[in-house]
């Protein structure tokens, strides 16, 4: 398999996850203040968001570089 495949196909792949999860969130916590030996530490939940489109778009991309891969063979 050369690198064209392999190349269309984790793009196939990352789109295909891209599109179903839509994103992905974590927490990040933060230090608000600090008296003495008392700490108050705060967690913010971020999240991170995959247009739809940017994933269509890796799937086409994807399929696009896998048909050219496959044509070269």
Do not use: C, D, H, Y
């Given at each position: ?56 778009g890796a799937v086409v ?13």
């Amino acid at each position: 398999m050369n690198a064209m495949r392999i190349t269309g196909i984790v793009l196939i792949v990352l789109g295909l996850v891209g599109f179903f999860t839509g994103g992905f969130s974590f927490t990040k916590e933060s230090s608000k203040a600090k008296v003495g030996p008392i700490e108050l530490v705060v967690q913010e939940k971020e999240t991170v968001n995959f247009p739809q489109w940017l994933s269509i778009g890796a799937v086409v991309l994807g399929a696009v570089v896998l048909v050219m891969g496959s044509r070269k063979s």
